[in-house]
């Protein structure tokens, strides 16, 4: 009785491993969606408003609940330094591709005129947005994958153990 529990317990632990290695993906997902919903946001404020760096992070990132955005409200002095250590600190959990598309953002925001930036922030927010369609896409077609394998290495342990 007590072997049946305990097989019972390590095939459903590592069924809940690759659960959690599911949610990792859409985090990630989940970050890269936050972030398009910026850089949009970024864009009208730029097009219809004028801000400068400073107030467009505090305004842009004042919503975002996908990650912890509290390091670019709070940017001041040096805007690229800063908004690169902000990129640090916050997406940690997002995916590389992204976050090194997002930081591309420091190189020109508040350095050139409105048309730059709005033209460097539609071509990062493109490179976001296709690399979040295809996180979606690959996590749709191995969903059943993750799963099959947690439970089946669980299995495989049970038979070793045996």
Do not use: P, W
Not at 91 to 114: H, P, R, V
Request: aromatic share 10%; hydrophobic share 45%; net charge neutral.
């Amino acid at each position: 009785m007590i072997r049946l529990i305990l097989y019972s317990t390590i095939v459903l632990s590592c069924f809940l491993i690759s659960i959690e290695s599911l949610n990792r993906e859409r985090k990630k997902i989940q970050i890269a969606m936050e972030l398009e919903g910026v850089i949009f946001h970024m864009k009208a404020l730029l097009k219809y408003g004028s801000y400068d760096v400073y107030q467009l992070c505090e305004r842009c990132f004042s919503d975002v609940t996908a990650f912890d955005a509290v390091s670019f409200r709070d940017i001041s002095d040096s805007f690229s330094e800063r908004f690169l250590s902000a990129c640090e600190k916050s997406f940690c959990d997002a995916d590389k591709n992204t976050k090194s598309a997002f930081m591309k953002i420091a190189s020109f925001l508040g350095i050139y005129e409105s048309e730059t930036q709005i033209a460097g922030l539609e071509s990062v927010l493109e490179e976001i947005k296709t690399r979040r369609i295809a996180m979606e896409k690959e996590l749709l077609s191995k969903r059943k994958l993750y799963l099959c394998l947690g439970a089946f290495s669980g299995i495989v342990i049970c038979l070793i153990l045996t």
